[in-house]
């Protein structure tokens, strides 16, 4: 499916971005979060593939990390920054495992909170790779998006994984 491509390009996108430097980290950045876009509106317009939303979520995490990886090595921001930031997909990496393993995997759509967490996230890399005096606030409201966005999954979660 054409959705799945564009959730793929993220990979060599992860890859690429700590190894560019400059303008080039920026097209990076900007395909990017182009192609998450892109890729939900695809899967939404015309269906999306059984490997779809496995992927997606592997994609989205590893840019992510390694796209912050790469800001806590510059020093850019500190690790409990950096913690903060990344809250959301720590506990839902951590709860997609737990419930993995104990065999009860069931999915929660997306929140509005999740995807403003997303958003913010994309607008601290770019005040990272701009060198903007915003990255700061940006990391800062971020992390605060990201525990309500927490709090507000956990309130779904029980919800979901109701039997129909």
Do not use: C, N
Not at 3 to 25: S, Y
Not at 72 to 82: I, V
Not at 95 to 105: E, H, Q, T
Request: hydrophobic share 60%; net charge positive.
């Amino acid at each position: 499916m054409l959705a799945d491509f564009f959730t793929v390009i993220r990979l060599p996108l992860a890859v690429a971005f700590p190894l560019v430097g400059g303008d080039w980290r920026l097209v990076v950045l900007t395909l990017a979060a182009g192609s998450d876009l892109l890729d939900g509106w695809l899967a939404r317009r015309f269906g999306s593939s059984r490997f779809g939303p496995f992927i997606d979520p592997v994609a989205d995490k590893l840019f992510m990390v390694v796209a912050f990886g790469t800001v806590l090595a510059s020093g850019a921001l500190s690790w409990w920054e950096l913690l903060g930031v990344l809250a959301r997909d720590i506990v839902a990496s951590v709860a997609f495992l737990v419930v993995s393993v104990r065999g009860r995997a069931s999915s929660i759509p997306a929140r509005a909170g999740g995807k403003a967490v997303t958003v913010m996230q994309v607008a601290t890399l770019f005040a990272f790779v701009l060198d903007s005096p915003y990255l700061h606030p940006l990391a800062h409201a971020t992390a605060a998006i990201a525990l309500y966005a927490i709090w507000d999954y956990t309130r779904a979660a029980p919800k979901a994984s109701r039997p129909l």
